[in-house]
């Protein structure tokens, strides 16, 4: 287990390094600095403000993930805020969706979407098996009950990704006639 813990810390350390590597070459070196996110069109300032509190989640993961601030901080307080990566993890979902230019594509889109249900399923699982357990205490079938109509919820909200958020490139390029063009050529 602690070989676990180790390379799950080592996963989440990473994270915030390759965000924050991210960051600085889309902020500085295509963007020109941060006083030129001015000129960009809401959706996109709106997804940097995202983009930005997920990596504000992830510097605090990062500084928090090292043994002697666990122990200074308690492990339930610690437990706590390691909780925040969900919030970061939704922001970051709907960064990528709505400037992401890989994103544009149907196939892309479906491949995330089937990633997002099959990830979502599997944390509703173990969230809805601990609550029962702790609180809830009903039968196997009722559990199970509960947690597929939590997940056909989850499933619709998902799939609402692509109509209840924009995506910039979507809206500005007409995808089918360029793959038209390419198959011409």
């Known amino acids: 287990m602690k070989k676990v813990e180790f390379t799950r810390r080592a996963i989440g350390v990473s994270a915030f390094y390759f965000a924050l590597l991210h960051s600085v070459i889309a902020l500085w070196g295509q963007l020109g600095g941060l006083s030129q996110i001015q000129y960009l069109p809401t959706l996109f300032q709106w997804s940097l403000g995202g983009g930005a509190v997920a990596l504000a989640v992830l510097t605090i993961m ?9 122990t ?3 492990f339930r307080w610690w437990k706590w805020l ?8 939704i922001l970051v979902i709907l960064h990528i969706w709505t400037i992401g230019t890989h994103l544009a ?16 399923g599997l944390e509703l699982f173990r969230v809805t098996k601990l609550l029962n357990r702790k609180y809830l205490k009903l039968a196997r079938t ?10 056909v919820i989850v499933v619709g909200l998902v799939l609402a990704i692509p109509v209840l958020v924009d ?7 007409d995808h089918s006639a360029v793959q038209q063009e390419g198959r011409i050529a």
Not at 62 to 69: E, G, H, L, P, Q
Not at 142 to 151: Q, R, S
Not at 167 to 173: K, Q, V
């Open 105 to 120: 594509y149907t196939n892309v889109q479906i491949a995330a979407l089937v990633g997002l249900i099959i990830l979502s």
């Open 82 to 89: 390691h909780r925040l990566v969900y919030f970061g993890g």
């Open 62 to 70: 990062a500084i928090t993930s090292f043994d002697k601030v666990v």
């Open 167 to 173: 995506n910039y490139h979507s809206r500005h390029t």
């Open 142 to 151: 009722e559990a199970a009950t509960v947690f597929l109509a939590l997940w």
């Open 72 to 74: 200074f901080m308690t």
